[in-house]
């Protein structure tokens, strides 16, 4: 449905030249679903959301997509200690080997071997990671808020939403919408026919043939 007056996102000029590559349609068809064995057009038209115009800034969705996806990670860090729990002091020079620290002591071929460096054997890794490090990433509420507008008004152009493997070459629109009845429906069954006489079911088989089992012991994890 439209969007209320008030309520677009963010403030743009939206000029031709920035919309030569998001929908210019002004108006989508609502079509029915819910007898017979396919679809059918209504008489009924609804005017496209401005959204749907705004300008495609792949560059400020991939930015923020990034930066979120950081706000989920969890710290992490090796032990402090790992690698450094050796009596090892270096041998000097005048002995024509390297000037690592060797570990002390005799009797046991780990006598004299390097220690403590990370190019060691048993030894501390190059600096060590800290559960300090700035993991999450603020981002400015606006290229948010333009990132969904980009998003949305991306989702509208048939060419790109192909490229990104959706099977939509059998759906008669794109945006493809559908009359609002269809909030009605509870049973999975019903939204699977649904979706097969909008011929827009191979997408959902496609989204089901991509699901893979791990092999080993993954596949209870």
């Not at 006598?111 to 190059?126: E, P, Y």
Request: one cysteine or more.
């Amino acid at each position: 449905r439209p969007l209320r007056p008030g309520t677009f996102l963010f403030s743009l000029s939206l000029n031709a030249h920035t919309m030569s590559t998001a929908a210019a349609r002004p108006s989508v068809t609502v079509y029915r679903a819910f007898k017979g064995t396919t679809y059918s057009a209504t008489k009924k038209t609804v005017p496209l959301p401005a959204v749907f115009v705004a300008p495609i800034r792949t560059d400020i969705v991939h930015f923020v997509h990034t930066n979120m996806a950081k706000n989920k990670r969890q710290p992490y860090a090796v032990n402090k200690d790992a690698g450094m729990q050796h009596s090892a002091e270096s041998w000097g020079t005048g002995r024509a080997v390297a000037r690592i620290p060797r570990v002390s002591g005799g009797g046991t071929i780990r006598a004299g071997q390097g220690a403590f460096g990370n190019m060691c054997r048993k030894g501390r890794m190059f600096a060590p990671t800290k559960i300090w490090r700035r993991w999450h990433r603020k981002i400015n509420l606006n290229q948010k808020r333009y990132a969904v507008a980009s998003a949305l008004a991306a989702s509208a152009v048939p060419s790109l939403v192909l490229a990104r493997g959706h099977r939509i070459n059998r759906i008669p629109e794109v945006p493809l919408v559908v009359q609002s009845r269809i909030e009605s429906v509870k049973k999975t069954k019903d939204a699977i026919k649904i979706l097969q006489r909008l011929r827009a079911f191979g997408d959902v088989q496609r989204v089901d043939h991509s699901r893979k089992t791990r092999s080993g012991s993954g596949k209870y994890r």
